[in-house]
C-alpha cells in the first residue's frame, strides 16, 4: 500500500469511530463493474456495495437524472408533495402489486417501519400492548434498535440489553418451528424470501404457502424483508413473486436507490387503512426529490436494459462457475442462492481467501466465517465471470490448498 492511502486510513482511524473491520482500501472511483483504489489499482467487484449497484457504476443515465434534479430541488420536507416522489410511489406500486408505499432513508428504516404498522394494526384490532413477532434464526433486518430486535443473531442483539419488540425465532423452512412459537399475542411474522447475512438460504415454496395461509387465518400480518434480495437479484422483481406468495408489509431498500440512501415499506390497502395515521411515523429526508429522482431514474434503467431478464440469463452461468469450484476444491461443503444471490460455504474461515482475491484484483464479501457471497451488479456478463472464477480458484489454492 503506497503512501496516498496509508495517510488516508491512519487519518480516518483517528476520527471515524471504529464499528467497521475494515479492508485496507481506499476506494475512489467505479466504472461499469469495476472499482479503482486511489492508487489506481483495479478491481473486478463482485459486492457491488453489498447488493446496491444493480447496474454498476458511473451510469451515464443515473448520473444525469441526479444531476438534473440537483439544478431544480434537492429537498423540500414531506409537509409538501414533490413530482418524483408521487411517481416513483406510483412505480414501485406497479412492479411490486403493493397498495401504499411510504419512503425512508435506508433499509434499517424501513423494517422499523414496516414493524411499527404490523404493531398498530393489531392494537386496533383489541388494544393490547404486549403483542409479539415471529422473525427467523439466522435473520439480519438491520442495526436499529427495532430491526435489531428481529434479527436472529444473539451476537448482534446481545449487548444491548431489553429489546424494544417481543419476539420469538423459529427456522426458515421449518413450519412447525413456527407453530412451537406462535401464541395468541403473535401480530406479525417476518422472512427474508433469501437470507443474506444469514448465509444466502431461499425460503422455500411450500414453507412461505404454510405462513401465508397460516396468517390469512389468524390475521397475522406477513413481512417479507426483501432488502437484499429484492430489486431482480433472484430473477423477479422481487423474490416473493416468484411463488405468488403476497405478502401483507414488504420491505425494499438497497438497489432501490443504487448508491442513494432511500428505502421503503409497501402495504396492502387493508393495512394502509388500519395501521398507521397522521402522527403515527415521519421522515424528515424520506421521499424527498432527490432520493425519488435516483428511484425513478433505476426503474428507467431496469426497463431499457431488461436487467431482471438479464439476470436469468447470466445467473445459471454463474451457478455452473460455482458448481465447478465446489468440484475442483474439497474445502468447498456446500453451493447455495437463487439468481445472482449466490454463496460458498466453505469447511473453514473464508477471510484468508478473500483477502487473496483482493490482491489480486477480486472484491468479495462474506456471509459469516466460513461463506463466501455473491452479490454482483445485475448487468455482469460471462466474461465477468470467467474473471472471478478464475481469480477466487488461484486464491483458493494459494490460501487453503497450499
Not at 20 to 39: C, F, P, S
Not at 49 to 71: C, E, K, R, S, W
Not at 99 to 112: K, L, P, Q, W, Y
Not at 193 to 203: D, I, K, M, R, S
Request: charged share 25%; with cysteine; hydrophobic share 40%.
Amino acid at each position: 500500500m503506497g503512501e496516498k492511502m496509508t495517510a488516508i486510513i491512519e487519518q480516518a482511524e483517528k476520527d471515524l469511530l471504529h464499528t467497521y473491520n475494515r479492508y485496507q482500501i481506499v476506494l475512489e472511483k467505479g466504472e461499469g463493474v469495476y472499482l479503482y483504489d486511489a492508487e489506481g489499482k483495479k478491481y473486478l467487484d463482485f459486492m457491488a456495495g453489498i447488493a446496491v449497484f444493480a447496474f454498476g457504476y458511473n451510469h451515464p443515465d443515473f448520473n444525469a437524472a441526479l444531476t438534473d434534479q440537483i439544478g431544480k430541488i434537492i429537498h423540500t420536507s414531506n409537509y409538501f408533495y414533490n413530482e418524483p416522489a408521487a411517481r416513483a410511489a406510483r412505480r414501485l406500486k406497479a412492479i411490486s402489486g403493493m397498495d401504499r408505499v411510504f419512503f425512508t432513508n435506508s433499509g434499517a428504516e424501513a423494517v422499523e417501519g414496516a414493524l411499527k404498522a404490523a404493531v398498530k394494526y393489531a392494537w386496533l384490532k383489541d388494544s393490547r400492548r404486549d403483542h409479539q413477532v415471529i422473525a427467523m434464526n439466522n435473520s439480519f433486518h438491520g442495526r436499529t434498535y427495532g430491526a435489531l430486535s428481529v434479527t436472529g443473531n444473539e451476537k448482534y442483539r446481545l449487548p444491548f440489553g431489553t429489546m424494544p419488540c417481543d419476539v420469538r425465532f423459529a427456522d426458515l423452512n421449518d413450519f412447525d418451528s413456527l407453530l412451537a412459537v406462535l401464541t395468541d399475542k403473535t401480530c406479525a411474522v417476518i422472512i427474508e424470501p433469501v437470507q443474506g447475512e444469514g448465509g444466502l438460504v431461499p425460503a422455500e415454496e411450500d414453507f412461505l404457502k404454510k405462513v401465508r395461509a397460516l396468517c390469512d387465518e389468524k390475521d397475522i400480518l406477513l413481512i417479507f424483508d426483501e432488502i437484499q434480495c429484492g430489486m431482480g437479484r433472484t430473477g423477479s422483481m422481487f423474490a416473493w413473486q416468484k411463488f405468488g406468495i403476497r405478502p401483507d408489509i414488504m420491505t425494499t431498500a438497497k438497489a432501490l436507490g443504487c448508491g442513494i440512501p432511500v428505502g421503503a415499506f409497501l402495504m396492502t390497502e387493508k393495512v394502509g387503512q388500519n395501521s398507521l395515521k397522521a402522527g403515527d411515523h415521519g421522515t424528515t429526508y424520506g421521499g424527498n426529490p432527490l432520493a425519488c429522482a435516483a428511484i425513478n431514474a433505476v426503474l428507467d434503467i431496469y426497463e431499457k436494459e431488461d436487467l431482471v431478464g438479464h439476470v436469468g440469463e447470466v445467473a445459471p452461468y454463474l451457478t455452473g462457475k460455482l458448481a465447478w469450484l465446489k468440484e475442483k476444491h474439497p474445502c468447498i461443503t456446500e453451493q447455495r442462492g437463487r439468481g445472482l444471490m449466490q454463496g460458498l460455504v466453505f469447511d473453514r474461515p473464508v477471510g484468508p481467501v478473500i483477502a487473496s482475491a483482493m490482491d489480486k484484483g477480486l472484491i468479495l464479501i462474506n456471509a459469516g466465517a466460513s461463506i463466501i457471497r455473491f452479490v454482483p451488479a445485475l448487468t455482469i456478463e460471462k466474461e465477468h465471470v470467467d474473471e472471478m472464477a478464475a481469480i477466487l480458484d488461484a486464491a483458493i489454492t494459494e490460501t487453503l490448498e497450499a
